[in-house]
């Protein structure tokens, strides 16, 4: 299994942006292309926000039609504070919502717009 | 009217020393994404802007303090919104309680919700500690007044009794224009920083 140290890959301990976490999202597709799974080490980071974990882990998931066992058997996280391990289990709840939208052809931002409030 | 600047502006100030600001819901909700909305590509910026100025803002020392009555609206705000978007029914209390018992999808959903929860306001926005006498809050509320709801007013009241060096509040809701003149008010929307700007209460306007 490939191991990835994510804050060498991206250049950056901050892990703010979707522009980044698209980046690892890409780099991740590649690498699942060659391999059955892969470990992405956030050691060393020092801020993640749900916008970067939304863009990687939330589209990968949505991407692969991934259940949330399939998710953790091909994406090993380590190196994430039990903070921000606990953002991207809620990441990854709301990717599976979204992939479940889509399996079932409603549109993602249709449902937002009809049943969040505010 | 508060004096309103951007997080950008306070973080070069040298003319304003404070230590910390009070978070409005809004900002709370743009910062945790409780629902993922910021991957809907017309959201990404707004909810990127405010992560990003609230991380530059605690890397310089600044704490974002909550409240109770944040905290009450962003649980409220959760839970609503976990319903009715997950199950696309209209929310009552009952149905919520059945759905948590009773649905095992959507019982490992709302356990990901309040782990994330418990968690925020912790260490991301630590509540601040108010010693205070709340029987005179329901008799300050002005409930006809058209800006300020009661979570608002409970807030500002928090606020008005702080130091000096917290008087400060970060909100995108333009509710909080109704603000004395003797109050900061961060934001990052640009329709209250056009308004500001329009009636000379921009910090770049007032001290620069």
Known sequence: MKKIKVVDKLKSSNLLSSVKGEILYQYILAQLDQMNSITLDFSDYEYISSTFLNSTFGKLLVSKNWTKEQFFDMIKVIGLSDDDMSNLMLSVQNALFKNDLLLKGQNIEDVYLSNLSY | ?208
Do not use: C
């Open chain 2, 1 to 208: 009217m508060p004096i309103v600047l951007t997080s950008e502006q306070l973080l070069s100030a040298n003319n304003l020393h404070f230590e910390g600001f009070f978070v409005d819901t809004n900002i709370v909700i743009l910062n945790q994404d409780p629902f993922a909305e910021s991957n809907i590509s017309k959201n990404t910026q707004r909810f990127e802007s405010v992560q990003t100025s609230i991380q530059s803002l605690k890397s310089d020392g600044y704490i974002p303090y909550s409240t109770i009555p944040v905290i009450l609206e962003y649980y409220k705000h959760i839970q609503y919104n976990s319903y009715t978007l997950r199950l696309s029914k209209k929310f009552s209390t009952r149905d919520f309680k059945d759905a948590k018992n009773n649905n095992p999808d959507f019982r490992e959903y709302w356990k990901a919700q309040m782990e994330q929860f418990k968690r925020v306001f912790k260490k991301t926005f630590p509540l601040f500690e108010v010693n205070k006498n709340y029987k005179n809050l329901l008799n300050g509320f002005n409930y006809l007044d058209l800006d300020l709801d009661f979570g608002d007013h409970l807030l500002v009241n928090i606020v008005s009794n702080v130091k000096q060096e917290l008087k400060i509040i970060y909100s995108n809701d333009k509710d909080f224009f109704s603000l004395p003149d003797d109050y900061f008010l961060i934001t990052s929307d640009q329709k209250i920083l056009v308004q500001a700007e329009a009636e000379n209460k921009l910090y770049t306007q007032k001290f620069l």
